[in-house]
């Protein structure tokens, strides 16, 4: 018990340090037809990698509500046929409902702007990353500049 309560202030006083996040510079490339359509398909690229991360989470979400809807019907019948056993003694049965725990889903589309930045140099373009402090920026030391 001790050891999970020190682990749970441990995470809660991970969580307190600086945040960082990296801001992308885009310099284009020279401008000509095919540089335009280059950027254009490297465009259309990442539209597509982005309905493709929106209908994962979709079908995600659906699992994870038939799965809960399926683990709250066992339940169910499993608390119903312990009271249809035990009718004398109902306090022996219990509808272990919070026991359905629902999977999280989320849109993880940072690979279609990794493929977007690999495209857009492929094209000829350039990107510069910035890592900028985002939050309890007290503490955090200058930021870092990748070079080009």
Do not use: H
């Amino acid at each position: 018990m001790r050891a999970l309560l020190l682990g749970v202030v441990f995470f809660l006083l991970a969580g307190c340090g600086p945040r960082y996040e990296t801001r992308y510079i885009y310099t284009p490339p020279a401008d000509s037809p095919q540089t335009r359509q280059c950027l254009q398909n490297c465009e259309f690229q990442r539209q597509q990698c982005l309905v493709i991360a929106d209908n994962n989470q979709q079908l995600c979400e659906l699992q994870a509500e038939n799965e809960a809807f399926r683990c709250e019907a066992e339940s169910r019948y499993y608390y119903e046929r312990c009271l249809n056993r035990n009718p004398d003694q109902p306090e022996r049965c219990r509808y272990p409902r919070a026991f359905c725990p629902r999977r999280t889903c989320w849109r993880n589309d940072g690979r279609c702007d990794d493929l977007y930045r690999s495209c857009y140099t492929s094209c000829g373009g350039s990107i510069r990353g910035e890592t900028v402090c985002t939050a309890n920026c007290e503490e955090a030391p200058p930021p870092v500049t990748t070079p080009p």
